[in-house]
C-alpha cells in the first residue's frame, strides 16, 4: 500500500492521495438507500487530465479497482468503491472551461455541478436542461447515469446533450469523441456508448454539452385526479397536443402528502379536493413571452379537465416553485419516512397504467406499502418500497421489476444500474446484449479494474 | 458458388436468390457520384428475421462479404457490395409493424421508406421527422447513417428518433435492444451504438420509432444576404431567439440558381435583389396554430432583417413548398450539373464562416468551383466539388476535410463514411477512438464478413 500511496503521490501530489484516516470512510457511499459502504485503500484527487491518465496506469499495474466519483449523489452504488480499491474524486477538476455563446456550448470538467453549470449559463440567458432533482450532482456523475429528470419530457435525457467527451481509459490511453457540431456521422458514436456506462468504461475527464434559449415565462399547474388511471390517460392527450410541456410529473396522494408535509409547503387545495385525490398531476410550462404561455396554460387546463381532474390550479409563482422545489427534494422526503428502498423502472407511458395496477397487486400480496411518483411524460415510475427485510424485499422489488419488463420497459429509466439493481439487470437482459456488452468492455478495460461489480456483478 | 446459392435458396426460397443475370448490376451501385460499383455474386431477399439470420450463418461459414441494401440511396458508396460478395436487400422486410398513436411510437421493418412511414404517420396526426431529401430512403438505410436532413435543426437526428431494434449479428444471433422507453439506464446503449455503423456491426431487421405531434401551421421565409459572412451571423441569433425554426438552410448564389434552374421555379425574387446575393437563407417554422405562427414570422423577419438580409419574402404556400421540394432535390440538380463529388462536412456551427472561408481559398487555389448548400442551424455544410481528375480532387477534398477538422468539425455530419470518404476519416479520426471502434467491430463481427471495406478501408 505505501508503496503506492507514494507512486500515486508522485502523480498527483502528497496532499491529494488520501491512505488512512476518517476521511476515507466519506468516499465509500453514496445515496443509494440499499448498498453496504465499501472503504477505499486510495482516494486520490487528480486536477488533470494527463494526472488522471497516470494514475490509471499506476492502476492497471498494480490491478487496482477504480470507481470515479463526482459529488457522490448517486442512488444505485454506482460510486461506492471495491474495498482496497481507489477512489478516483473529481472535485478539483470542477472548472467550466467554456461558455460558447455562439455555438451554445459548454465546455465543462467532470467535477462541475449542475448547480454551477446552470448560474454560469444562466448569465448568458442559457440553460443546461438535465435536472435530475439534486443540483449538487457532478456533470461526470449525470454522464456516467445518463440522467433524466423532469425536464426530460420536453428536452430529453443527458444522452441528447453531450457533444463530445475526453475521457482516459483505464491503460491511461486519452480518448476524444465528437466535439461542438450537433450531428456526426463518422464511425462508431463512441461519446453514447459512455454515456449511461457508469464508470465501467472510461473516466470522463471533460465534456462538450449543449445548451438551450432559457426561456423567461413559466408557469406551474396542479391537477388532482380521482384515480391514477385518469392522470395516465392524461398524459398522452396533453403530449399529443403539441403544447410540448416542460414537465408532466404525477405523484400518488401518499407521495404528496410526504412531500409537502416534508417541506412544510402548503399549495391551497382545499381537504375536500384532497380527500378525494388519488393522484395529482403537475405540468411545469415554458415560452417565450407571458402572451403564449398564458394561452398554452389555458390549452393545458382544458385538456386536464377533459381528462377528468377533479380541479386544476394554476399556483401563484411562489407556490409553484415551491412544489418544484418540493418534488425535487421528494428522495430525501422519502428517507426521512424510513423508505427501505426505491426503484426507477421505466416503462411505455401509455403502459403506465397496466404497469401500476401490478404494482399495486404485488404490494398487496406482500402486505408492504409501495408508493410512487414519477416522470410521467416519460413513464419513468419511481416507486419507492417500504420493507425491511432484505430477502422479501429483493422478491419484492424482483416482481416489480418483471412486470415493468412485461409492459416493455426496463430496471432503470435514469439512476443506473449500479451495484444496486445489478441482479435485476441481469436477469431482464438480453442474452445476446449482455454478451456484447461483456465484450465492449473488455475492449476498453480488458483487466476489469473499472468498477467492478457494477453493471456485471 | 452454385452451392452456396441452393443453400441460401433453402433458406429464403429460390425466388429470393439471385446469382446471375444483369439484375445483379442493379444491386451494385448508390448514389455516390465518385464510388466504383462492384458486382455481388448472390442477391438474397429475405422475409423474415430468421431468414436474415440464416443468411448469415451461411455468409459466416463461407466468409462471404454481406453488404445491407434498403433503397439504394446512400451518398458514400456504404451500400456498394464487394466483388463476390452477398447483398441482403430488405425490399421485401417493408411493413409497418405498428403505429402505436399512444405512446407515439413506430414499429418498422428496415426496408420501409420514409414516405410510406411519414404517410402512415399523417394519418395519425404524426410525423417521423427524419428529413434528409430523399423520401424513397429506408429506414435501416437512415439508422445506418444516422441521417439528418432539413428538420435536425429543430428535431435532432436519427439518433434521437430510435428507440429500440432488432438486429442480427454476423454468426447469426438475434439481438434485441431497447424498446418503446423514451428513456433508459440499463447497461449500454447498443442502439446508439448500432446507429450510424454503416451496416458493420449488425444487420437492423425491426426499429421502433419516436413519432411527434404534426403540427398544422407552416411558413416559408426567403432571405437574401449580400454576403455569407452575414448568412452564418444570422444563424446563431435565430437560434438564440427560442422561436425554434423547423428547417434552416443555407444557398450560395450558384447553387440556389442551379437548384431553381433545374426546378423551373420562380419564387419571385428580382433580377435586381439577385445579382447582388451572395447566398440565401431559407428558414421554415411550424406551429400548432396560425396566429401562433403569424407572430413567429414576424419575429423572425425581424431578425433576419437585423441580421442584415437585403430583403425577407414571405413565400406563398404553393412557392414555399416548391422551394423546399427544389432544395430537397438539389442533389439531382447537382448531378445534372456535372458535379464530380459531394462532401457533407460539418462544423460547430458559428464556425461556418471561418470555415467557409477556407473553403473558398481552397477552391480558389486549386483553380476549381465548389460550391455549397447546407443545414446552418446544425453547421452542416454540403459542398460540390468540380474537378474532374481523381488524383486533384482527393487532394482539393482532403484540404477541405482537414480545414472542416481544424475548425472543430469532422468528415461527415449525415452521409457517413462509406466507402468514398475512408480515406479522409482515417486521416482525422482520433487514434483512440480509431482503435476502440476496430475492437468494437471485431466484438460484433469476429471475421469481419459484415460490409468490409467500409469505415475502416
Not at 474495498?83 to 459548454?106: C, K, W, Y
Not at 391514477?228 to 396533453?238: C, D, G, N, S
Request: glycine residues 12%; hydrophobic residues 45%; aromatic residues 4%.
Amino acid at each position: 500500500v505505501s508503496d503506492v500511496a507514494s507512486l500515486l503521490a508522485g502523480v498527483v501530489g502528497p496532499d491529494n492521495v488520501l491512505t488512512e484516516g476518517a476521511a476515507l470512510a466519506d468516499y465509500g457511499h453514496d445515496e443509494a438507500l440499499s448498498v453496504t459502504p465499501g472503504q477505499p485503500a486510495f482516494v486520490v484527487k487528480p486536477g488533470t487530465t494527463s494526472e488522471v491518465a497516470g494514475v490509471l496506469r499506476i492502476a492497471s499495474e498494480y490491478k487496482l479497482a477504480v470507481t470515479a466519483r463526482g459529488s457522490g449523489t448517486g442512488l444505485s452504488g454506482g460510486t461506492i468503491p471495491r474495498p482496497g480499491g481507489l477512489v478516483m474524486s473529481f472535485a478539483r477538476m470542477n472548472q467550466i472551461l467554456e461558455i460558447d455563446t455562439a455555438n451554445h456550448v459548454a465546455v465543462v470538467q467532470p467535477g462541475v455541478t449542475l448547480a454551477d453549470l446552470e448560474a454560469a449559463s444562466a448569465e448568458h440567458g442559457l440553460s443546461y436542461p438535465v435536472y435530475p432533482g439534486e443540483m449538487s450532482a457532478s456533470l461526470g456523475g449525470t454522464i456516467a447515469t445518463n440522467a433524466g429528470g423532469m425536464r426530460a419530457v420536453k428536452y430529453g435525457v443527458t444522452r441528447r446533450h453531450v457533444l463530445g467527451l475526453e475521457a482516459v481509459l483505464a491503460s491511461g490511453e486519452v480518448l476524444r469523441t465528437g466535439g461542438k457540431p450537433v450531428k456526426l456521422s463518422s464511425g462508431y458514436d463512441l461519446t453514447q456508448l459512455i454515456i449511461g456506462s457508469e464508470g465501467t468504461l472510461a473516466l470522463v475527464t471533460e465534456a462538450t454539452l449543449r445548451l438551450y434559449p432559457r426561456l423567461p415565462a413559466q408557469a406551474v399547474l396542479l391537477a388532482p385526479f380521482g384515480s391514477l388511471t385518469k392522470v395516465t390517460t392524461a398524459v398522452p392527450r396533453i403530449l399529443a397536443s403539441g403544447v410540448g410541456p416542460l414537465m408532466l410529473e404525477y405523484m400518488d396522494a401518499r407521495s404528496m402528502a410526504m412531500i409537502l408535509q416534508g417541506e412544510n409547503t402548503d399549495v391551497g387545495i382545499p381537504d375536500s379536493v384532497r380527500e378525494t385525490t388519488q393522484a395529482y398531476l403537475m405540468v411545469v410550462h415554458e415560452e417565450r413571452d407571458s402572451g403564449r404561455l398564458d394561452a398554452d396554460v389555458a390549452d393545458l387546463a382544458e385538456l386536464l379537465a377533459d381528462a377528468g381532474a377533479t380541479d386544476v390550479y394554476a399556483l401563484p409563482r411562489a407556490a409553484g416553485r415551491r412544489i418544484i422545489e418540493a418534488r425535487e427534494r421528494a428522495f430525501w422526503a422519502v428517507k426521512r419516512s424510513g423508505a427501505d428502498d426505491i426503484l426507477d423502472t421505466v416503462v411505455p407511458r401509455a403502459a403506465m397504467v397496466t404497469f401500476l395496477g401490478e404494482v399495486e397487486k404485488i404490494a398487496a400480496r406482500h402486505q408492504r406499502m409501495v408508493i410512487g411518483t414519477g416522470h410521467a411524460g416519460d413513464g419513468n415510475v419511481h416507486l419507492v418500497v417500504f420493507e425491511p427485510d432484505e430477502v422479501a424485499r429483493g422478491q419484492l422489488m424482483r416482481e416489480i421489476v418483471a412486470a415493468a419488463k412485461a409492459s416493455g420497459g426496463a430496471v432503470s429509466g435514469e439512476h443506473g444500474i449500479g451495484t444496486a439493481k445489478v441482479k435485476h439487470f441481469l436477469e431482464q437482459a438480453d442474452p445476446v446484449a449482455l454478451s456484447l456488452m461483456r465484450q465492449v468492455k473488455k475492449a476498453f478495460d480488458p483487466d476489469g479494474i473499472l468498477n467492478p461489480g457494477v453493471l456485471f456483478g
